[in-house]
């Protein structure tokens, strides 16, 4: 999932989160504009436990901070225990140039005293007394934003952002003591502080993985941040009561359960540390030991200093450890993309150090002439471009190939003639591209036809087991269209009930990342990666090349089928125009080509027609001057045919058949016949006379009949033809060998179907081979127009 594909109350509430960390940083940036400038007495106190503003008062004896027991010679009563700075307290000097006896106790436990003078605060004492925890707390924020940007909106992002926004607002507001608004910097401070209690058992349900109880109910985090509010209602109610027991009170209680919650988050990782896989258990290790040596410590010092008034350290000591727990959580969450970010970094090295280095030069020659460094500029903007391609030919020698290698491969993929061409190219894409070791490229079937298409880079086969499409982690794949790791199968909710079958699936396949091959919003396919050679891992922009691959494949696989579409048609149009008419293909080719042209029972009218004398003429000539002939006339007659859209079987010499009303319906398919019959005649007796100036003696006998017949494909592949068969077919053959020269047989039925002004007179009674029984003939004369 991206980060623009979150809707709008997840959006909402991460922009909620960095504002948290955020304001905390806007109130510490108010505290140090009011602080700097303005008398500091060189300390400030925190329940007691004193931590130095100045560095030379912590070089003086003040370093490690201490337990606050007299100053000016007055002990610090519960009365004085605030936090103490601009803030006027009874028996402190703030006017620059007083000075202040401190007694207090080491955390050795020897007592000690000071005299600290007063003095302006500087921003290096900002620095020296804040700038460790405040960059700490901008190194949990930034950790936390950045590795929900890369993977938003899953459990173990949200824990984490809210784990470290609200740990890093803390860091930011810890010692807090100029703001002219001081109450509301407390109120946030206290809040946050409350809240944080909450994080570690959040942490717990989305860490190492995700608890099934959080992937299942995840409003238990209503729970969880309930405690939290409770816990900083009572931070709230105790400061604002104003006595100091009860604000104690609150604040042990509130060490204790922060302490608890962290024993939470310890005992899952405890639990998990023996888990059967082996990504979860490293996760659970280094997170178990992170917290151990930067949780626990910090927390159990808290419960030390606040429940027990031990240990007097000074309070930024105690949150250092948190470091430790901060790079445990950036191991296990951004890993890859700080291996990922490694080349960008020696990048950044390589820049800064060319820039120290023009920077240097430009200073010599400043100091030599002005003018000089103009006279840098030119070859600068001459070499700076040649330099940042030769950097990256040597930080990135592949990619830098990155544009030739695709056009390579997408010329390869366009020369792919079949489906499983394009496959072997893109199987054997990625290590052209990342020298990945092996990869295999497979289509589920239904997609281009109902075969399973795998091609494996190295032509080895896959270990048996039931076809591809049918594995879980294939399933996954095409559910979810999206890359899928196999370290995510250990990680992610959605995994669980499923983890042994994925983990098979890529064992089966050899990979380590699996990339889908997508069509119009739906896989299609998948891109199996197999580890690469270098050892290293897949970096973003590899597999952002891949995937361009993968569409790159699709598209060919389009185009094949395009392709293998068009050639069916030609093969079909090719079958079509030997017996239908031009008009009649493209309405059949319209409605679906020859494959729409099945076998059938239709009503149709039925043709016959050949040459009387042609026997007799074939036996006298040269069998040029036949052939010549019969083109002749059938040149003639498929002038007609094609008139008149009707479907022609076939020839055979002189005889010929034609049917009416199939492929295409034509209602008036026995007006089509009869007026094809009289127009085929009327062209016979044209051809008569020059065929009786070469002596020949030819007429043309024809007759037709309508009725039910089956009609469809007859032949095999190659060499096929479309025709009708039945009792029709029949009697219309005989009513045309029946049929004298010049004449046109037709039965009772048709003669009953044709409009009144077509001539028509009786033949009588025929004997007809093949039927029992006489059938009664007319002879069809004309239409009887003018």
Known sequence: MRFRDGDTRQRAMFVLLVAVYLLG????????????????????????????TRPEVSEAGLRGGGRALEINGEPCTAQKLGRHGLIPQPGIRTEPGATNVLKFQRPTGEIAEMEIAVRDWEWHDAMFSEGVTFTLGLLFFVVGTTTFVLRPYTPSSWALLALCSMVGGVLSTLLIAAVTHYEIALFYFLSLVGFVSAAPLHAALAFPVTHPLLAKHPRILWLVYGFGFAQACLYIIGWRTGFHGTFAFSRVVGAVLL??????????????????????????????SGSILGLVPAAAIQVLQQGFRAFPIDSRFTYWTLGIFLFALGRVT?????????????????????????TALASVLTAVSPMAVAGLLLPLLYVWPRFVERLNRVLYPKRARFPEILRSIGDDLAA??????????LASAPARLCDTTRSVAFLVPGEHDALEHIRVSDGSLLTPGPPLHEEALVRVLTAMRKTILRNQVAIQPHFSEIKPECYAGFDRLGADILLPISRQDRAIGGLALGPRATGDVYEHAELDALTTVAQQAVQSIIRVEATDRLRSREREFADLKRFLSP??????????????????????????????????????????EVMATLAEYHAAMGVRIAEYAGTLERFAGDGFMVFFNDPVPQPDHITRAARMALAMRTDVEGLRAGWARRGY?????????????????????????????????????????????????????VRSELASDYRTEPVGQLELKGFTQKQQAYRLISNGRP
């Open 25 to 52: 940083v806007g109130i510490n940036l108010a505290d140090k504009f009011e602080r700097v400038g303005r008398p500091d007495v060189g300390w400030v106190i925190d329940d007691g436990n004193l931590s130095p």
């Open 259 to 288: 302490l608890a919650s962290i024993s939470v988050f310890v005992g899952r990782c405890i639990q998990l540390s023996f888990d059967d896989d082996r990504l979860v258990r490293q996760r659970a290790h280094i997170l178990l």
């Open 334 to 358: 951004l890993r890859e993309e700080m291996m990922n970010a490694r080349i960008a970094v020696r990048r950044g090295v390589l820049y800064t150090a060319a820039v120290v280095f023009l």
């Open 416 to 425: 792919s003639t079949s489906v499983d061409a394009v496959l072997d190219k």
């Open 583 to 624: 008009q009649i293909i493209d309405e059949v080719m319209a409605s679906g080509g020859a494959s729409e042209l099945k076998s059938q029972r239709k009503w149709v009218t039925v043709f016959f027609a050949d040459l009387r004398g042609f026997t007799s003429f074939s036996d006298t000539v040269e069998p040029e």
């Open 697 to 749: 003696d030819m007429h043309i006998g024809m007759g037709f009949h309508t009725g039910y017949a089956t009609c469809g494909f007859v032949g095999y592949e190659g060499r096929r033809d479309y025709g009708v068969i039945g009792n029709v077919t029949n009697l219309a053959a005989r009513l045309s060998d029946a049929a004298a020269p010049g004449e046109i047989l037709i039965t009772h039925l």
